[in-house]
């Protein structure tokens, strides 16, 4: 399985602001992915980051609020925009050759006051 | 629209008991249903997975069955240790196989 590194690990953050981060895996992969883990809930996909051209995102999650880049196969950002606490959450990238045997980065946990 | 439905929501066991967590789901053309384990503060790690064309895949103390007529699957741990103590989830693949669906996640804790 891929090696994948997040950063920042966690961060606290004010309201208003924006947080971009940055998910890097150690091999080339086909698909990314962004997800959001509200504490103690499950995963919920925001959005898949395709390389060379706009995200997908899934119903309930806009392009103004998570731009995602995707410049080549190995590096993905995530941007939180004009953050509110209701955005406190960890996020997680998780990377896969195609949507299956999706492996796991080890997450973003983002605080916002 | 698509739906796992996981059970039970936490699960505590004795040291060396089995444990067994079930999920349904409602899209029957999902073929692709993984098992994630996630310990405090890191991101699931992949533990097992099944596709559709086969019933029962095992590996050491785990093994996932699946009955695709009633639209479940279930994880199996057997001989449990202190260390199996996490939040498994479980998760199927969307119709159109661009995204996973998560189940809500149950907490097991194993008590030696």
């Known amino acids: 399985s891929a090696v994948i590194s997040q950063k920042p690990s966690r961060d606290i953050c004010q309201r208003g602001t924006s947080l971009t981060i940055q998910c890097q895996v150690d091999?080339?992969?086909?698909?990314m992915f962004w997800y959001r883990q509200q504490p103690g809930q499950s995963l919920t996909l925001i959005a898949t980051?395709?390389?060379?051209?706009?995200?997908?995102?899934e119903s309930g999650f806009v392009i103004d609020k998570f731009p995602i880049s995707r410049p080549n196969l190995t590096f993905s950002t995530l941007t939180v925009s004009n953050m509110s606490p209701e955005d406190s959450s960890i996020y997680l990238c998780?990377?896969?050759?195609?949507?299956?045997?999706?492996?796991f980065g080890p997450g973003t946990r983002l605080t916002v006051t | 629209g698509e739906n796992v439905e996981q059970h039970p929501s936490t699960l505590s066991v004795q040291e060396g008991d089995s444990a067994v967590i079930k999920c349904t789901y409602s899209?029957?053309?999902?073929?692709?249903f993984p098992w994630y384990k996630q310990e405090l503060g890191k991101g699931p790690q992949l533990i097992i997975d099944?596709?559709?064309?086969?019933g029962e895949k095992k590996d050491q103390r785990i093994a996932v069955t699946l009955n695709k007529t009633a639209k479940h699957f279930s994880l199996h741990i057997t001989e449990t240790q202190p260390e199996d103590s996490a939040v498994y989830f479980c998760?199927?693949?969307?119709?159109?196989?661009?995204?996973?669906?998560f189940g809500k996640g149950t907490t097991l804790s194993v008590s030696s």
């Open positions: 980051a395709n390389q060379g051209s706009e995200a997908t995102y």
């Open positions: 091999s080339q992969v086909t698909m």
């Open positions: 899209d029957s053309a999902s073929n692709y």
């Open positions: 099944i596709r559709s064309n086969v």
């Open positions: 998760a199927a693949l969307k119709q159109a196989g661009t995204a996973l669906i």
């Open positions: 998780s990377v896969g050759q195609g949507a299956h045997e999706q492996y």
